[in-house]
Nanobody, 124 residues
Framework: QVQLVESGGGLVQAGDSLRLSCAAS????????LGWFRQAPGKEREFVAA????????HYTDSVKGRFTVSRDNAKNTVYLQMNSLKPEDTAVYYC?????????????????WGQGTQVTVSS
């Protein structure tokens, strides 16, 4: 069993930056694909970014490319999401997820464990 806990969310202004962290306990994350998803009010949870277990391969949804960076520190059992140039449309609850046999990193169903989420609010 893997427990994931996100942190780093908050209220910021458009153009600001935030770094989200997701710390894991229970098992080492080194063999898992790690993803970030977000859910805005009234919308479905959507893929944001993912990083493969090697760290060499990353994936991003088009709307965050060039602004967000996903990274991992396997020694700390932690995954990060650096968010720059934030926009009001980035406002959502952000969730981290871990998948052991994740083939398609953009699909929610490919992940086995989820955190409880952290709120990110970007004001205009």
């Amino acid at each position: 069993q893997v427990q994931l806990v996100e942190s780093g969310g908050g209220l910021v202004q458009a153009g600001d930056s935030l770094r989200l962290s997701c710390a894991a306990s229970g098992r080492t994350l080194s063999t898992y694909t790690l993803g970030w998803f977000r859910q805005a009010p009234g919308k479905e949870r959507e893929f944001v970014a993912a990083i493969r277990r090697s760290g060499a391969s990353t994936h991003y949804t088009d709307s965050v490319k060039g602004r967000f960076t996903v990274s991992r520190d396997n020694a700390k059992n932690t995954v990060y999401l650096q968010m720059n140039s934030l926009k009001p449309e980035d406002t959502a609850v952000y969730y981290c997820a871990a998948g052991l046999h994740t083939i398609v990193a953009t699909q929610r169903s490919n992940y086995d464990y989820w955190g409880q989420g952290t709120q990110v609010t970007v004001s205009s």
